[in-house]
Every structure is written in C-alpha cells, then in structure tokens.
C-alpha cells in the first residue's frame, strides 16, 4: 500500500514564501512523474507544477518564475517552494505522483490528502 503524506503549508503574507513536501511511502518499485495540484473554492482542481525522473520541469503560466519543483528520488519525495506568493495562490494543494509498486506492475496515479495554503493581502 502507497501512502502520500504532504506537509508544509499554512499562512503566508502577500510577496512571501512557503515550501510544501509530499513523500511517498509503501511499496515503491519506481516513481515517474511527480507533480502539485491545487484547488480554490468553487473551483476545479488545477495543475501547477510537474517533473519527471529525469528532473524536467514544467509550470503552469500563474506560477511560473514564482515557485520551482523539486525531487529527491531516493527518498521519493517531492517538493514545492513558493515565493512571491499572492493572494490568488490560496488553494489546498494536493501532490501526485505515478508510480510502480512492482517491476512487472502498471503505472497508477496516487494522490496526498491536501494541504491548504492561506495567502493574505
């Protein structure tokens, strides 16, 4: 069973900075693309970041040039900086990733519980 247990978010001030982790534990046989989502109220949910195995990363337009993704694959975790945060950002963020289980497995997707992120003005 794969568990993905987020952590990091809270209450920022417009212009500041909060880190969001997400590490994945169980059995992992591999771990391809990992990414962050986020949901405002009355919204759906949307993709902020991604990265592959490889380190490529990729940015929705709103966040661009403000938070940057990061890995640690031997720990199977994925990380979020957000800096110059503004109000718009407030949202629960969620991370994904897709991953194995086993080396003859097929890819499922998982997702962390949410971790809600407050930027004020």
């Known amino acids: 069973q794969v568990q993905l247990v987020e952590s990091g978010g809270g209450l920022a001030r417009t212009g500041g900075s909060l880190r969001l982790y997400c590490a994945a534990s169980g059995s992992i046989f591999s771990v391809n693309v990992m990414g962050w989502y986020r949901q405002a109220p009355g919204k759906q949910r949307e993709l902020v970041a991604t990265i592959t195995s490889s380190g490529s990363a990729s940015y929705a337009n709103s966040v661009k040039d403000r938070f940057t993704i990061s890995r640690d694959n031997p720990k199977n975790t994925v990380y979020l900086q957000m800096s110059s945060l503004k109000p718009e950002d407030t949202a629960v963020y969620y991370c994904?990733?897709?991953?194995?289980?086993?080396?003859?497995?097929?890819?499922?997707?998982?997702w962390g519980q949410g971790t809600q992120v407050t930027v004020s003005s």
């Open positions: 994904n990733m897709v991953l194995r289980t086993s080396s003859s497995g097929h890819p499922s997707i998982y």
